[in-house]
């Protein structure tokens, strides 16, 4: 099986142009494809993920790829998928962002000996010439095709700038100059990208001549990918301080069981025979396949090490039989107590687990909260320094679990 065949089975593909040509690129290591990261945050999060492991198979097979942070584009933002627009960014903002992308992406794609780039497409666009750009680019475009693209007209009803109608124009520029100045013949990005990357691939062939080759090719980063990683605490990040790995095992732990086998398919690099066999579990036969996508995701992240610990504070809470010093724990002050007591609420509020004491109450009220796996039943529970000299764990629901201490 070829690494294009490879990634059908997986179910990454959802639409391509010229599937032949495609498939002789990349299973013969001829392709030199970019995927865009757009550096809204300081670090990369699992709506990431299916983007990055992608890189890295098609890179193991031989393919050159180009990791393009999106210092130009983050200055309007991307109206695909929003129903408002994006905030403005500084500059330093920005430039910070994607000095933190280049970090993390360092862990699965290898960039040594020009086996990979990673470029900023601020370095292009800030040095645009309006006039020129509508001379050389913007007569390429028709607006009533610009409009009928899904990406604007979810956006339509609710107002669409013109800042924003010109996303299209510069991410199709970002795949012209990628095209001439790094011979990138081909572009990765989620379905709901399928306009803006149409509108590159022709705007090559127009400035370029028909025959050139330019392709595209769109996964399932917003069905599936983009839906990943969110949590009542938001998003689960790539970078430790942000979301340490057991909150991250713990995620994939969690995930709900008709999603498991999937997520082993796309991220993961486990055989697909092997994922065939854990395809025929059922019930709760089902969690040992959890604890693998968890272990081998936060490997693959973070470290064996780091999954290993997780694994094994996962296992004192799930099977028993471990200790839970690799546990998210929070440090409690004499600052936190009150006449010698800290109220349970006080304490979760602290360690985020809860927004807000009034969402704190309405668990307790509904049973949503533990403290040593003994329910909470009373909204203003408060523990005392001897309550410390044993362990204190709060589990909120079924899948948070905090430790606290002195």
């Known amino acids: 099986m070829g690494i294009y065949e490879e990634l059908k089975e997986r179910g990454l593909i959802a639409q391509v142009t010229d599937e032949e040509q495609i498939r002789e690129l990349v299973n013969n290591g001829k392709a030199v ?51 408002d627009m994006r905030q403005m960014m500084t500059k330093e903002t920005i430039q910070h962002n994607c000095e933190c992308f280049k970090k993390q992406m360092s862990k699965f794609i290898e960039f040594s000996d020009d086996k990979a780039l990673m470029v900023n497409n601020a370095d292009w666009l800030l040095e645009l010439n309006y006039v020129d750009v509508l001379r050389e680019v913007g007569a390429c475009f028709s607006v009533n095709r610009m409009l009928a693209a899904e990406c604007y007209k979810q956006r339509m009803e609710r107002g669409l700038s013109f800042l924003e109608f010109n996303y299209m124009i510069m991410q199709s520029y970002d795949f ?8 990138c013949n081909l572009q990765f990005g989620g379905d709901d990208q399928w306009s803006n990357m149409i509108g590159g691939m022709e705007l090559v062939r127009r400035k370029l001549g028909g025959d050139a080759n330019a392709m595209t090719i769109t996964l ?51 055989p697909l025979e092997t994922i065939a066999e854990y395809e025929k579990l059922e019930g709760a036969e089902l969690n040992k ?25 996962a296992k004192a809470l799930f099977a028993g039989g471990a200790d839970t010093s690799n546990m998210p724990t929070t440090v409690l002050t004499d600052d936190d ?39 909470v039943t ?17 589990k909120k629901g079924k899948k948070i679990f905090h430790k606290f201490s002195l």
């Open 289 to 313: 396949a959890k604890e693998v996508l968890a272990y081998e995701l936060t490997k693959l992240v973070h470290s064996e090490e780091e999954a290993d610990k997780a694994d094994a504070a």
């Open 176 to 183: 012209y100059s990628l095209y001439q100045k790094y011979g």
């Open 33 to 83: 494809f970019y995927i865009g990261f757009d550096p809204t945050a300081d670090s990369l999060h699992v709506g990431h993920f299916m983007a990055l492991t992608l890189m890295k198979r098609l890179q193991e097979a031989g393919n050159k790829p180009i990791a393009l942070i999106g210092g130009g584009t983050a200055m309007i933002g991307d109206p695909s998928g929003k129903t």
């Open 378 to 394: 009373d909204p203003y529970a408060s523990l005392t320094k001897t309550d410390f000299d044993n362990e204190i764990i709060i």
């Open 337 to 375: 107590f009150t006449d010698g007591s800290v109220a349970v609420l006080d304490m979760m509020v602290k360690a985020g687990i809860i927004k807000s004491k009034g969402e704190g109450r309405r668990l307790i009220t509904q049973g949503g909260v533990s403290l040593n796996d003994e329910k």
């Open 220 to 270: 399932l980063l917003n069905s599936d990918g983009k839906k990943m990683g969110k949590t009542e605490k938001g998003a689960v990040w790539l970078d430790p301080e942000k979301t340490s790995p057991y909150e991250f095992y713990q995620y994939w732990r969690n995930v709900d069981d008709s999603d498991v086998i999937k997520c082993m398919k796309l991220l993961t690099f486990l």
